[in-house]
């Protein structure tokens, strides 16, 4: 194989790395490092896990992706949005914390995975651009409500069912309120008081892990006898090889809820990744971030982890602490493997509601309200995707909700290209441009001739809409004996929009009303000769610009001045 090939394969931090940044790496890498032990064992705890698998997944994985992906700055690890898909889907099918749930969950790994990385190989990164920001936006914020709410049985120290939704959540902690230990509530509320003023005034400073070691000294000394939780005996040592054990029935089951999981994490990641290459004058590539999280998950269901993504609080802390490249989250898996190996006895008395306040703190900035705020100002229809994917993400449920976000997102979607912006065209003289009579009242018209401009690429579901607003105009001005269609905002057309158009021009030119065609694109002109309308409608297609196409018919009432059309524009 080539030197070329070769690096084509490596990852650009191996290729290009410099010694010069391999200290801002090793100072980023330690701060990820102590930011993912404590975050990574609060997000296994959410996904209904052994805490020690938050550790497994933040250690291989986080090389894998930097084997793969394209992003010099993304951290990848366990986060709260996919904690608590997992553990949603898989404390359907078993009780969480058991062999069985946790068999459930590396293999809803793998799947995530084995379609990450498919995408990737398919070049299918495009398909992020299908799922709306509202309905991620919305989703999010419900998702974080739901997250800090289930998080309050860690805090109060009472027992909860695992409810998703927020109101059956709120029912059972008010019926549970009054079993409240003390002493768990006073360290949660204490502990997300602290991690939130530190986050604030300083966001490089790893303060979970202060939190973390303050509240087990505290357990240690004696909280632990006042009834507050810890998380008990951690296994010491590297994460086992596994295979996930696979059938039918259980993919059937699990697939609806790892492609939820490979969009909303390929979402996350890939948008932290963009903003943040941006900022840093380099591109990510789609595809290859694809295979980088797909590899990370591979190998996480491998290694007794579960699904994995790119966080926004990890890769904002991996920016301000200065990394270069990913060496630094390479070096971040090497310290948790060393973590490991040498100090999980140390975790035995780490109260829960430490980690609880953990992923409290941690999720509180996803609720949005301005982002809501700003959509509804600027597009009502994208306000209402956001409001309707977070209502009913609160209410009916974290799948469902995103599903209906995304669904009405797609009818939105479906709706805009089968009705398109279609304006009926008029001359503005003090500006010397073609403009839309609604906008442009005072814009000047011919007689006889019918000016539209349709806004969209015209293909078979948005026929009948242009069908039937030439018919309204069409009646409304009787005296029309040309239509002038200018397609200079049509990118494309298909053939069932060629037939139709035809047949169009064939039945009113029987009424005496004929067709002409301004500013056609050259993928257009291509569709409508192959259709034969060169020879039949002639010159009537070619024109140019809609200028040339009225001096062409020389209507007589009122002729056009040459010196009036310079520009040849219409907007």
């Not at 366990?78 to 949603?88: H, N």
């Not at 409500?145 to 059956?168: P, R, W, Y």
């Not at 569709?527 to 140019?544: F, L, N, S």
Request: aromatic residues 8%.
């Amino acid at each position: 194989m080539s030197v070329r090939k070769l690096n084509a394969l490596a990852p650009d931090w191996l290729i290009h790395g410099d010694s010069a940044g391999l200290r801002d790496d090793v100072t980023a890498g330690l701060t990820i490092a102590a930011m993912l032990v404590p975050q990574a064992m609060a997000y296994a705890m959410l996904a209904g896990l052994p805490p020690v698998m938050g550790l497994y997944a933040s250690t291989l994985p986080l090389v894998a992706y930097a084997l793969f992906g394209s992003s010099r700055h993304l951290a990848v690890g366990p986060v709260a949005m996919i904690s608590l898909l997992v553990f949603t889907a898989c404390s359907m099918l078993a009780p969480p914390g058991s062999a069985e749930y946790i068999a459930t969950v590396l293999l809803l790994t793998l799947l995530v995975g084995v379609l990450q990385f498919g995408a990737g190989l398919l070049r299918l990164g495009f398909l992020v651009n299908f799922f709306s920001h509202a309905v991620i936006g919305g989703f999010t914020s419900a998702a974080a409500i739901v997250i800090a709410l289930s998080q309050m049985k860690h805090l109060l120290g009472v027992k909860l069912g695992t409810e998703q939704n927020v109101f059956k959540l709120l029912a059972q902690l008010a019926r549970y309120a009054g079993q409240t230990n003390l002493a768990t509530l006073t360290l949660g509320v204490v502990s997300i008081a602290g991690l939130y003023v530190l986050k604030k005034r300083y966001p490089r400073l790893p303060s979970a892990i202060l939190f973390v070691v303050c509240g087990t000294l505290l357990a240690y000394a004696g909280l632990a006898k006042l009834g507050v939780a810890t998380v008990g005996d951690v296994p010491r040592g590297l994460p086992a090889f596994v295979v996930p054990t696979a059938d039918l029935a259980s993919v059937r089951r699990l697939l609806p809820t790892a492609l939820v999981i490979f969009f909303v994490g390929y979402m996350e990641s890939i948008s932290v990744a963009k903003y943040v290459a941006a900022r840093s004058g380099y591109k990510v590539n789609p595809d290859r971030e694809l295979l980088g999280l797909g590899a990370a998950n591979l190998v996480s269901s491998l290694f007794s982890g579960y699904p994995v993504t790119g966080g926004f609080s990890r890769t904002a802390v991996m920016v301000q602490a200065g990394a270069r490249t990913q060496r630094a989250a390479v070096l971040a898996a090497a310290v948790i493997l060393l973590t490991l190996l040498a100090l999980t006895p140390l975790f035995h008395y780490l109260p829960n509601a430490v980690l609880a306040a953990v992923i409290v703190v941690a999720v509180a900035g996803l609720v949005d309200y301005k982002e809501a705020i700003r959509l509804f100002k600027m597009k009502r229809a994208d306000g209402l995707t956001f409001l309707l994917t977070f209502v009913c993400t609160l209410t009916i449920g974290i799948d469902q909700g995103l599903l209906i976000g995304l669904a009405f997102s797609l009818g939105l979607f479906i709706w805009r290209s089968s009705h398109p912006h279609t304006a009926e065209l008029g001359y503005v003289e003090s500006e010397g441009i073609f403009r839309n009579l609604r906008r442009y009242p005072q814009a000047k018209t011919y007689p006889g001739v019918l000016i539209l401009r349709p806004d969209a690429s015209l293909y078979f579901a948005n026929m009948k809409f242009l069908e039937d607003l030439l018919a309204r105009d069409i009646a409304a001005r009787p005296d029309t004996k040309w239509v002038l269609i200018d397609l200079s905002g049509v990118n494309d057309i298909d053939a069932v929009s060629v037939d139709a158009l035809g047949r169009l021009m064939d039945a009113y030119e029987h009424s005496g009303i004929r067709f002409a065609y301004a500013s056609m694109k050259g993928p257009v002109r291509d569709v409508v000769a192959r259709a034969g309308w060169a020879e039949k409608y002639g010159e009537r297609i070619r024109h140019p610009s809609i200028q040339r196409a009225l001096e062409a018919m020389r209507f007589s009432a009122e002729p056009l001045e040459r010196s009036s059309f310079s520009s040849g524009r219409s907007a």
